[in-house]
């Protein structure tokens, strides 16, 4: 009887082996949604606490406003993170002031407050505030955005 429960405790081992290196298990199921809020004044990434799926497809809209100058200066206020109308050759990424950048693991995958993706390779999904590194101090606001899932 302990041979018997012997190798199906190996043979179960096996099959949760082989799904979490096929990556069946850890990821975020095709059907789920996640909301989270990046602020405009972290530097670093936010952690979406989503893991998406390669070869799947995702939707992320956003919503908010935030600034790049506490006093919500026109030039620098983003509505939903679609960028403050300016470029500006010092940001972190190659998009406007104040735009919201996703990305999985350090890819970038979509700016603004409508992207649509599909993932090359399984990972996290990030966000952050488009600013000058070291700039962030002065910022305001924040954003909330949810993924979804096509």
């Known amino acids: ?3 018997k429960f012997t190798k199906i405790g190996l043979i179960l081992m096996l ?3 082989i799904a979490f290196v096929s990556g069946c298990i850890g990821q975020q199921p095709a059907t ?4 989270w809020t990046t602020q405009a004044v972290k530097e670093s990434k936010t952690d979406s606490g989503y893991d998406v799926v390669a070869g799947r ?3 992320i809209t956003t919503s908010g406003r935030w600034s ?3 006093l919500y200066v026109e030039s620098c206020t983003s509505l939903n993170g679609n960028g403050a109308g300016r470029y500006d050759s010092t940001t972190s990424y190659p998009d406007e002031v104040s735009t919201i950048i996703f990305l999985v693991d350090n890819t970038k995958v979509g700016a603004g407050s409508n992207v649509r993706f599909t993932a090359t ?3 996290r999904l990030y966000s ?3 600013d000058r590194p070291g700039a962030y101090y002065n910022n305001e606001g924040n954003l909330t955005s949810k993924i ?3």
Not at 32 to 35: A, D, K, V
């Open 68 to 70: 790049c100058d506490e």
């Open 57 to 59: 497809t995702y939707v």
């Open 1 to 3: 009887m302990n041979k």
């Open 32 to 35: 789920s949604t996640t909301t």
């Open 148 to 150: 979804t899932p096509v």
């Open 128 to 130: 952050i505030f488009n």
């Open 121 to 123: 390779n399984n990972g």
């Open 15 to 17: 099959v949760v082996a």
